[in-house]
């Protein structure tokens, strides 16, 4: 079984900075891609940053310049640097993983995480 544990998460003021880990353990054979989504009260869940096994990115443009994501595959381990926070941002944080579980067998993983809550005061 794999899961996923995010921390960092917590109150600050806008313009502040916050940095969310997200560290995947258990069966895991290989990870291709990481992230992070996030859910504001009454939204539906969206995508804020994305990083494949092979370096590639990719930002939802409401954070580009401002969130930078990273990744210890050593570790299995991501990270979104969260810079210039605006109150817009207040949300419950969701780490993301795909990938393949095993051995024994082999199978296609996605997990989520339990979320961390990020809110930005005006």
């Known amino acids: 079984q794999v899961q996923l544990l995010e921390s960092g998460g917590g109150l600050v003021q806008a313009g502040g900075s916050l940095r969310l880990s997200c560290a995947a353990s258990?069966?895991?054979?290989?990870?291709?891609?990481m992230g992070w989504y996030r859910q504001a009260l009454g939204n539906e869940r969206e995508l804020v940053a994305i990083l494949t096994s092979g370096g590639s990115t990719n930002y939802v443009d409401f954070v580009k310049g401002r969130f930078t994501i990273s990744r210890d595959n050593a570790k299995n381990t991501v990270y979104l640097q969260m810079n210039s926070l605006k109150p817009e941002d207040t949300a419950v944080y969701y780490c993301?993983?795909?990938?393949?579980?095993?051995?024994?067998?082999?199978?296609?993983?996605?997990?989520w995480g339990q979320g961390t809550l990020v809110t930005v005061s005006s």
């Open positions: 258990g069966n895991i054979f290989s990870i291709n891609a």
């Open positions: 993301y993983a795909a990938g393949i579980a095993g051995p024994p067998g082999y199978k296609y993983l996605e997990v």
